[in-house]
């Protein structure tokens, strides 16, 4: 049974940051991509990041590039997500995700908010 846990949300200010963090378990977590996912209320949900699992090469939408990072620690059986300088529209709930099985976690909840 797959099973995909978030943790690392909270409440922060603009400009601060937080890591995200996914503990997998069930399948070979090194031979799959994964990637993280947020959806703010009323708001379709949105990719911000993804990560090969081959070559660890990332991709990141234009609205996180630079500020937002990707990666994993395959010994750990999680995938990571550093965000930086946090603004009040990164607010919602992020989710991780395995593209090739099609499977979600529960979501941690992201507010950035003064």
């Known amino acids: 049974q797959v099973q995909l846990v978030e943790s690392g949300g909270d409440l922060v200010q603009p400009g601060g940051s937080l890591r995200l963090s996914c503990v997998v378990s069930?399948?070979?977590?090194?031979?799959?991509?994964m990637s993280w996912h947020r959806q703010a209320p009323g708001k379709e949900r949105e990719m911000v990041a993804t990560?090969?699992?081959?070559?660890?090469?990332?991709w990141y939408p234009d609205s996180v590039k630079g500020r937002f990072t990707i990666s994993r620690d395959n010994a750990k059986n999680t995938v990571y997500l550093q965000m930086n300088n946090l603004k009040p529209e990164d607010t919602a709930m992020y989710y991780c995700?395995?593209?090739?099985?099609?499977?979600w976690g529960q979501g941690t909840q992201v507010t950035v908010s003064s």
């Open positions: 069930g399948l070979p977590f090194s031979k799959y991509g």
């Open positions: 990560i090969n699992s081959v070559t660890n090469s990332t």
């Open positions: 995700y395995v593209p090739y099985i099609n499977h």
